[in-house]
């Protein structure tokens, strides 16, 4: 244990071991305690048999952010694992406003749910694209419907995170409603649940019929541009180059 | 070597091993031949000295592309190797889209360049954001500045790839003139030369003197939302938590 505590916040990427990044495992081994949220703590439960943990319950980030920061304090080098990359939607942003030591805090990136998504779908994302999150626990509503305008307005292929909850259904209904009014009915849409992990599940659709699919928090939705198509059950975004 | 080829398209990440994934190294490793820029070529050396290799020039990388189908053709399976994530600007939409055939695809996603630097930043991409690349070699250059308006609109915070290069100066004045009509001039920016390589380097500034830093191919720039700041020579964005 050293003197001086350190955080790594560590994104452990879309869930199967072999999309983790060397530098994700090394900084796990490194680390005296590792915390987490239940769910990936299982997901690494081989990677950290060995080792200390701790968690807090869902929704509680914040009382998570602040035990990593207790032990750090304490001097131990902690580990903070997040799903996907931690610097999107993930736990980076809390740990970075929480902090107020001089302890050291590194952020190791992991690949986000986005481009695990896209990679299972084919490519998706090859051109400018936005990623948004549908939930409006800790966003104001009309700013999330503003945001999907100016995609729309764009042209941008959209990610689209957290797109349905059991209690929060209405919010991807008004996405593609927006959304159409910039998009032709047969767009590509991929849906894809579970990227790169047990239980992948992929479906290509249209946003005129993607909500006859079914859609949840586990679920990854990207929408394409003006351009997408699909191509042998892939989804594909053209780069511009002359084929 | 097997008699029906296969091509994996593989994110070799920003650059240092220890951020590139373990399924990417496998990839690697299982196949008879490697193709890719020669850049590329050069920051895997280590994991490649034993393959055989093949590259094609800069800008070509529809030939490149042709190369790696024509090897799988033959019976091998290929690593065709994109630095960040192949499904981003990458090589992953290319391939799919030249393959004409029944060789399988496999796209191995990796950390991205906007990802990577964000880590280097602190947390600026923890809220809705937009990847848009400034290089109109294969865009019509109205789209990209009608794309950068809407995301100036929608205040998403935002990735800007290829932002500069010696013969296109032009764009990024022009980004940050539109964004300027949205955001503030003390919105919080980011510049990352060479993110998570060797040669890294770090500017946080504002978007009133964005410019008087350099900014080069080999950077990219994050401009913040409306709610980001900077925090112990961190950018942070706030996902909205109460602190």
Known sequence: MNNKGKIYVVGIGPGNYEHMTGMAIKAIEESDIVVGYSTYLDIIK???????????GMKKERERCLLAI???KEGNIVAMVSSGDPGVYGMA???????????????????????????????????????ISLSD????????????????RGDFVVAIYNPRSKKRVKQIEDAREILLKYKKKN????IVKNAKRVGENVVITTLDTMLEHEIDMFTTVIVGNNNSYIKDGKMVTPRGYKI
């Open 187 to 190: 767009t590509p849409v991929g």
């Open 46 to 56: 081989d990677l950290i048999k060995d080792k200390k943990t701790d968690t807090s």
């Open 70 to 72: 207790d032990y750090a």
């Open 137 to 152: 626990l800790l966003t104001d509503y009309e700013l999330i419907k503003r945001r999907i305008d100016a995609a729309g």
């Open 93 to 131: 942003g809390l740990i970075l406003e929480l902090i107020s030591d001089e302890i050291e805090v590194e952020i190791v990136p992991g690949v986000s749910a986005a481009n695990a998504s896209a990679a299972a779908l084919g490519a998706p994302l090859m051109h400018d694209y936005v990623v």
